[in-house]
């Protein structure tokens, strides 16, 4: 028999029918509306879902719903207060945007009801109390300085009564601007910490079904059987589809055509996420049991489980062209000549792991058929016009009749590239003829999107005994999964940048990235770069000591600078930062320590040995290679003297909103806060292209510099026209056009404007400078920026285990378009540079998944986090905006190489592999007796 529960929300009653193992969140979101209350994994992992019950926080994933009878709820929802129709915030969350804690704001729910409650029982909580309550609430975008920081101040306004304090410690740019270079609010920020922030799991449509993917779960093997009938027959089952059931083309992929929608009858299995056949239905639990239902049966393969495996003769080839998906060569000077001149030659080969993007909020796609026959995908994806491009293709339409709605996304960091949920969610709609959402729960999500690519690299270097370096030779393997995703991009630039960041003659590298049979894998955070950085950089160290020679004067002495040559052939003219980037980490570390690379024992424990590592790195901005890279924008005035700029470009947290704000705001001369946003949308904003390659701050951030640059010259071309005086005449400033001592507001220029029959509105696509494709010579990139870091470790000698105690991170991104977003992107980087190295690893054993669910990674969380000092260096580059590159993923890729060089120094044990084997520190250490 059916009973009810009654509870409080926010203040609220509610009686509701109990339903036998529902969870909180599921009663939250699903019958109170309340989205605010995120979902992440559904196994009390990430923290998400916290609320509060009788005051205590809970995830509620795992939280029975009929254990709330009686209780009182409070959520996100429920702490901002409504004085007047205006929305008070509370000081936390006030902190939280202040401090700029908020990035991709999917885990920002969780981690404000934790701290609220902190700040319930602790009015005034130090850091070691703020970590430990946070200690289960995971932030990706890993702003967790930033979060510490804000609770702090929330506290202090609490107690007090005084205002919320703001963050002094990070400063503007050095380069005079109104607005740009200026510490700005995320204009989407206030929306993520109320709960206010729609995300695509957040949306909800009239008569919606639920779909679910079959999927292979084996390596390697052909399919021979397949059937549906029990789920077709399952009550409340609305389709099943299948290959045959593909309307056109049959792969998708985003450079080659390689992964197929489904796979048929008679057709390759090539890893454990394939799908087999995807299923509507009218709830997701059904959807799900008929998904189950299905039956399959397999030719089972030998099973290809590494690079180096699949180049071997005699094994079995993946794909009709075989196992190799690119040789990537580059070749500078004469290898021969370059290590004869070598006094010292050093050689060793690294491994590097399968990493996962662990993003928060897992995938999700709601295809919506239209009355008119065309299709809206709601979707939060790095690439809308490549989705548009794909559904299309296998759906045989044309692109204009599918529309892409982007969505905000709780993080992407490359993984939100491929296509995952878009095409099969359009087939069922189009089907069905109703909306369909497909949500990835975590495990799917581990198991079918793409990694970071797992690697071998073998470095061998030549230098001089003064420490010049003349000859580098790299062969790297790199493991692209089954299916091609960005692979050949991808260790195409972790090939390229292989030498590291240095002015070496002589120069060779062989890169074989190949298919094998565990997940694809594709961009990440870093793109290769990150695992060729911690090779060459940990050779740097070697170097060194073999030289008897201080491992920043090394770096110092083969530094790349204006007049150098790159590894590719390119000469850099303008915008290198990485000697100024090396000389302020080193002033920096050398203020805690005159002799950082020196064991400093701990006086209380002599097991506890510390000691500082330092690593240098470059990466390119832009796509490169030859790609033409291009995004557009439009900017336009609106009646009430505001405006809109928009792009198709992708934000996922790493703050491209504020930016495009900001150059607006600049160019136009009003205040940030009359600029709206719009992204990511195929029918109302130009193509914006991937947000991927550090790239959309110069690209989009021109386009809407120069959108709006282009407004302004229409409207003083217009307004000089009327009133009979010379463009260059008429002043912008404050919101106000002064034009022949007139005075007017941008409302009034919109009035005048529509009366002279003109439309204040322009659409610019920016085009970057041309590259060239690698083997050319010529200029591959159109930018680089440079990152340095040094990290203070504390390892026990006992146990093996790494404490990271301080990184130092100096980045030379051009200029700083808002440094508050800048200090999240450096922590967020440093902190995925740090699971990289000390923590995560995406487990395959004979091409099958055994990290399968979220507890089973380790993100790093807020008690791993070091102090983090974030150096601004600016080199402008001409073509940029006010000068700006890209800072996302340099500020994650010298950390590991940081790390495990202050790991060496500390107790002399080499890291050649990662994740760093803590157990093996301990034993090498026990074997050599300490």
Sequence with gaps: MTHQISLTVNGKPYTVDAVPSETLSTLLRERLKLTGTKIGCEEAECGACTVLVDGEPMMSCVYPAERADGKNITTIEGLAERVHEEMKLHPLQEAFVEHGAVQCGFCIPGQIMTAYALLKRNPNPNSDDIRFALKDTLCRCAGYPSIENAIIAAAHALQTGEPVKKPTHIPNSIHEHKTVGHKHLRPEAVEKVTGEAIYTDDLKFDGMLYAKAKRAMIPHGFLKKLDVSKAKALPGVVAVLTATDVPAEKNHGLVIYDWPVMVGINERVRYVGDALAIVAAQSQEIAEQAAALIEAEFDLQPVITNPVMAREEGVPQIHEKGNLLKHIKVRKGDMEAGF????VILEHTFHTQTTDHAFIEPECSIAVPLADGRMEIYVGSQIPYQDRTQVARVLGWEESRIRIVGQLMGGGFGGKEDVMGQIHSAMLANVTGKPVKMLFDRQESLLVHPKRHATQIRVKIGATKDGRLVAAETELYGDTGAYASLGEKVMTRATTHS?????????????????????????????????????VETMMDRLAETLNLDPVELRRMNALHVGSITNTGQELKESVGLLECIDRVDAEMRKHNAAPFKPVVDSANPNLIRAWGFASAYKNTGLGGGAPDISGADVELYEDGTFQVRSSAAELGQGLVTVMRLVVSEELAVAPEQVRVLVMDTDLTPNGGPTTASRQTFVTGNASRYAAKTLREEISAAMAEKYDVRPEKIRFEDGVVHVNGHSMTYAEIYKEMKAMGQQPKVRYEYEAPKTQPLGTGGDMHFAFSFGVQAAEVEVNKLTGEVNVLRVISANDVGMAVNPLG??????????????????????????????????????????????????????????????????????????TPAITNAIYNAVGVQIDSLPVDQEKIARELWERGG
């Design 340 to 343: 004869a001149k070598a006094d």
């Design 499 to 535: 030498a590291g960041p240095y002015d070496i003659e002589h120069v060779r590298a062989d890169c074989y990235a190949m298919y094998t049979n565990n997940p694809p894998s594709g961009a990440f955070r870093g793109f290769g770069v990150t695992q060729s950085a911690f090779a």
């Design 822 to 895: 800048l200090q999240g992107q450096v922590e967020g980087g440093v902190m995925m540079g740090l699971g990289n190295c000390l923590t995560e690893e995406f487990i395959v054993e004979n091409g099958n998944v055994v990290t399968d669910r979220l507890a089973r990674y380790r993100v790093p969380g807020i008690m791993l986090t070091p102090e983090i000092t974030a150096i601004i260096v600016e080199h402008p580059i001409e073509a940029g905006p006010y000068g700006a590159k890209g800072v996302g993923e340099i500020s994650s890729i010298p950390t």
